[in-house]
């Protein structure tokens, strides 16, 4: 609770002063560290030798690394930030009247840059290595699209190739993220496709596809390990996005700390787990270090529940099983997840950091469903005047159930949520919500028993 009575405005930004110039890694903080990538072949550790071959160097030591506390955010990588950094912390006074909640509820705005989400905080950071290891480019994969268009904002800043392997259902149903990524230079391929040997025999065994996340993943790799000068870059779940990602969380923290703010509850959409393991990062040391306390929750979608409903076990990260295999929170690669609009969300699996700190009762999780999400993202955009992407409106969703209790409590609790982007993109999904057709599908614990069939057997 705020402790200090000055006025606190509607945004609290920093200035290039105050803004963070290194990156926290949470892993130093834990007591129980999360569990090591495992090579899916000999399932020993990976080495940094072994991750190499797929990863940038400088990456690979920061992935790897569970002990030193900060990393310098190098000066090029500051300069891009300024760009389009700080995010506002803004205090939503709007919804706060409409709800009529003594809560105090605060966002931080990730969505003010050309890609629309927090992806450019890493993507910047790993195009920036990728070169500084003289690469020729990059692959990725990119399921919704805002990953791909980050990473080609910063790889055309930078003068590095990207090759994107985009989900095909997402490459025909969001041209315009596609033409985006194309104008800044990436060549964009729908997956399963028919340049490498994961697509060509998922295009044979399932005619007409319309892919994955898991498969453009498995294809990416193929292409990065195949061709010199090229390494894959990966946009969540990774330790090393979380540590670029904890400079949402470190900006909040000095925003708030300027008004005495100290939030009672943090809260996140979480996919693969980035924006909320960076969002939370320096609150989540301080509760690690005893030093303060914050109730987290992670909000996920009841139709892809990886915390809520997963296992905590070791699993690939892909579907064609190149991957190195990580500890985590899993619905099983083989998963489906029934069809819902906050694509970002729609991964099987979730950060190994975030699931160690969940498994061990440090976070909560709930899962929302489609329709309330919708109703909480129209709620906010007519008080708060942003069109909020589906997966950040899980957070708004949360927000205003914990700011509703408040009402009935007469509490005064501070609730900092992350909105992670906007969703100019996603006005599909807005249309199936306006039109009535948006659907609820909530896996039963069959459909659940079909993805944990495909876990592998690691003692
Ligand atoms: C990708 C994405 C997410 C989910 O990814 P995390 O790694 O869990 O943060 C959430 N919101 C937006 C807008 C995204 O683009």
């Given amino acids: ?137 990059v692959t990725t994969e990119t399921g919704a699209g805002q990953w791909g268009t980050a990473l080609s904002m910063a790889c055309a800043y930078l003068g590095l190739d990207l090759k994107v392997f985009m989900v095909k259902c997402s490459y025909e149903q969001k041209p315009f993220r596609r033409e985006v990524m194309r104008t800044y230079g990436a060549s964009v391929t729908p997956s399963p496709s028919m340049e490498t040997n994961v697509g060509r025999a998922m295009n044979e065994r399932f005619p007409g596809s319309n892919g994955s996340l898991g498969t453009a993943i498995s294809e990416a790799v193929e292409v990065a390990v195949s061709t010199p000068g090229y390494r894959y870059v990966l946009g969540s779940v990774l330790n090393q996005v979380l540590l670029h990602q904890s400079v949402i969380g470190l900006e909040a923290k000095t925003a708030l700390d300027k008004y005495g703010v100290k939030p009672d509850i943090i809260i ?60 985590m929170y899993t619905l099983g690669s083989g998963f489906m997840p029934s069809p819902n609009h906050a694509g970002g969300l729609r991964y099987h699996g979730m950060s190994p950091i975030l699931s160690q700190l969940y498994h061990d009762g440090f976070m909560e999780a709930r899962s929302a469903v489609q329709t309330d999400v919708f109703n909480a993202a129209v709620t906010f955009l007519k008080c708060e005047g942003i069109l909020p992407a589906p997966e950040s409106s899980h957070a708004i969703w949360a927000a205003i159930e914990e700011a509703k209790k408040c009402t009935e409590t007469g509490e005064a609790k501070d609730i900092l949520f992350g909105l992670t982007g906007t969703g100019y993109f996603d006005l599909y999904a807005y249309k199936a919500y306006n039109d009535g057709t948006m659907t609820d599908y909530i896996p039963t614990d069959e459909d659940l028993a079909k993805g944990f069939a495909t876990l592998p057997d690691i003692g």
């Avoid at 930004?13 to 999360?34: F, G, H, I, S, V």
């Avoid at 529940?305 to 699993?315: E, V």
Wanted: net charge positive; glycine share 8%.
């Fill in 268 to 327: 996140g959409c979480a996919g693969g787990g980035s924006n909320l393991g960076g969002l939370i990062a320096p609150f989540m040391g301080e509760k690690l270090r005893g030093e303060a306390d914050y109730r987290f929750i992670a909000v996920e979608p009841a139709s892809c529940p990886s915390l809520t409903r997963g296992k905590f076990a070791y699993d690939f990260a892909d579907t064609g099983m190149v991957c190195p295999l990580a500890k």
């Fill in 1 to 137: 609770m705020a402790n200090k009575q000055i006025p606190i405005p509607y945004k609290i930004y920093l200035t290039e002063e105050e803004m963070p110039k290194q990156w926290y890694n949470l892993r130093a903080d834990m007591k129980n560290k999360p569990a090591p990538l495992l090579n899916p072949g000999t399932k020993q550790p990976m080495t940094a030798e072994e991750l190499g071959a797929v990863f940038c160097e400088e990456l690979v030591k920061q992935e790897i690394d569970d002990v030193t506390a900060y990393f310098d955010i190098p000066k090029d990588i500051l300069a891009f930030y300024k760009m389009y950094r700080p995010s506002p912390v803004v205090r939503a006074y709007e919804l706060e009247k409409k709800l009529g909640t003594p809560a105090h509820i605060y966002y931080k705005f990730e969505g003010n840059n050309t890609s629309g989400s927090h992806k450019l905080n890493s993507a910047i950071a790993q195009a920036f290595y990728a070169k500084h290891q003289g690469l020729k480019g």
